[in-house]
C-alpha cells in the first residue's frame, strides 16, 4: 500500500440545477482495516456517469439518492489489499466496490473478480462493463433492429451511444448517430462505423431530413430534449424507442415534456424505459459476448481519462454538458 491516507469525496450540497464547486468536498481519513467478511480495495479506476446527477436530487428517481454528507457513490476497478472475506484475497482485481474513495470498505456484495491479463481494466466499466450492457439491453428487448431498418442513437461518442449504435448496424440495420461536434462526429463514423453522424449543434433537422429520408424505425434515446423532438417527428409506424437516458434534462428541476400522445397512438410506436440493473444475468451474457469483439477489434469504443480523484466532480460536471469525448474514467492510481 502506498498511500497511508484515504482520500473520499463527499456530497456537501445539493445543487438547485447544474453542480457547482460547493456540491462536494474532498475528506481525508486514515485507511480502515476490514473487519470480519470485509474487503478492502485500493482504486485504480472510478467510472464517471450521468446517473450520478440523479443521485443529488431530493426525491428518489428509480433508485434512493446519496445521502448528503456521505461518499459519493460511483463503480470502481480496484485491488483488493487486505481482506478477511473468504472469497477474495489480496492482489485480486474487482469490480463492484462503489464510493468516490482511495480506498473502499465493502462487504463483498457484488464484487466479481476481473482478469488482470484480460482486456484493458477500464473496459470493465465501459464498453465491457454497466454501459455496455446497457446498450446490448436497450437493443436487444426493446429497440430489435432488423436489416435494412433505419436507427438513431443520440449521445453516440459516448459507451452507451456507440456500443448501441454497432449492436444495431451488426444486425443490418443503418445507422445514424448524434453527437456534439465534428470531432465526434468524425470518430461515430470512421471509428464506430456507424453510416452517418449528425451534429446536434448545427440544423439537426435539415440534417436529419438528409440522412433519414425513410423516417426512423429505432430511436435508441440518451438525451432527451431538443434533440428528441426533432427525432420524434419522423418516426415511422411501428417504430420501437428505447428510452434509456435523458441527459440533457438532468439538471433540470423541471423538464417540459416533449412526447406528444397522439404520436404513439398514430404510429403505433412502442416507448420503452428500461433501467440495465433490472435484469442482473444481462451483465455476464454481454461480457461473454463482447469480450472477444473487443479483443479483435470488432467492436470499437472510446475513453476520455481524467487524472486524479480531486478532479471526479468537474469530470460530472462535464460530462452533464457533452465535454467528454467517450468513456469517461477518473484514473485514480496505477496498478
Ligand atoms: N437506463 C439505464 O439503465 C442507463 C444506464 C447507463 C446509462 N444510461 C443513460 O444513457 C445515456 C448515455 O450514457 P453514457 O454513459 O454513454 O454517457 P456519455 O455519452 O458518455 O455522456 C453523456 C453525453 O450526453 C450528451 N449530452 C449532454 N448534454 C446534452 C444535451 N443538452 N443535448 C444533447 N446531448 C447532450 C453529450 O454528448 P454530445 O456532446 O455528443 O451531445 C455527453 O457527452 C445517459 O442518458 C445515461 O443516463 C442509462
Redesign the pocket.
Known amino acids: 500500500m502506498t498511500q497511508s491516507v484515504r482520500q473520499s469525496i463527499i456530497f456537501a450540497k445539493r445543487p438547485a440545477g447544474a453542480i457547482t464547486d460547493d456540491t462536494f468536498i474532498v475528506r481525508s481519513s486514515t485507511i480502515p482495516d476490514p473487519g470480519p467478511g470485509e474487503v478492502l480495495t485500493r482504486t485504480l479506476w472510478l467510472s464517471i456517469?450521468?446517473?450520478m446527477r440523479g443521485r443529488l436530487n431530493e426525491g428518489a428517481t428509480y433508485t434512493t439518492g446519496t445521502p448528503l454528507g456521505s461518499v459519493m457513490t460511483g463503480e470502481t476497478i480496484g485491488e483488493v489489499v487486505a481482506s478477511a472475506h473468504p472469497n477474495f484475497a489480496p492482489g485480486d482485481i474487482v469490480a463492484g466496490a462503489f464510493g468516490w474513495e482511495t480506498h473502499i470498505l465493502s462487504g463483498g456484495d457484488g464484487l466479481t473478480r476481473v482478469p488482470r491479463d484480460g482486456a484493458p481494466l477500464s473496459t470493465y466499466l465501459g464498453v465491457l462493463g454497466?454501459?455496455g450492457t446497457?446498450a446490448y439491453s436497450g437493443m436487444k428487448d426493446i429497440g430489435q433492429p432488423k436489416p435494412g431498418e433505419t436507427v438513431v442513437v443520440?449521445?453516440?461518442?459516448?459507451?452507451?451511444?456507440a456500443t448501441a449504435g454497432q449492436i444495431a448496424r451488426r444486425a443490418g440495420a443503418r445507422v445514424i448517430g448524434i453527437?456534439?461536434?465534428p470531432e465526434?462526429c468524425r470518430w461515430v463514423t470512421e471509428t464506430a462505423r456507424f453510416d452517418a453522424c449528425l451534429n446536434?449543434r448545427g440544423d439537426l433537422d435539415a440534417q436529419l431530413d438528409e440522412a433519414c429520408p425513410d423516417g426512423v424505425d429505432v430511436y435508441f434515446e440518451?438525451?432527451g430534449?431538443?434533440?428528441q423532438a426533432a427525432i420524434l417527428k419522423r418516426l415511422n409506424t411501428h417504430a420501437r424507442v428505447p428510452v434509456?437516458?435523458?441527459?440533457?434534462q438532468y439538471d433540470d428541476p423541471d423538464p417540459r415534456p416533449v412526447l406528444n400522445l397522439n404520436l404513439l397512438l398514430y404510429k403505433r410506436a412502442r416507448f420503452e424505459g428500461?433501467?440495465?440493473?433490472d435484469k442482473p444475468g444481462r451483465f455476464a451474457e454481454w461480457r461473454t459476448l463482447a469480450a472477444p469483439l473487443v479483443a479483435s477489434g470488432e467492436l470499437r469504443y472510446c475513453e476520455e481519462i481524467v487524472d486524479g480523484l480531486d478532479n471526479a466532480p468537474a469530470a460530472l460536471r462535464g460530462?452533464?454538458?457533452?465535454r467528454?469525448f467517450?468513456?469517461?474514467l477518473v484514473k485514480v492510481a496505477d496498478l
Open positions: 456517469d450521468p446517473y454497466m454501459p446497457t443520440s449521445a453516440a461518442c459516448g459507451p452507451v451511444g453527437a456534439g461536434g465526434k446536434h440518451n438525451v430534449g431538443a434533440v434509456c437516458g435523458l441527459v440533457a428500461f433501467i440495465v440493473g460530462q452533464l454538458t457533452g467528454n467517450g468513456k469517461l
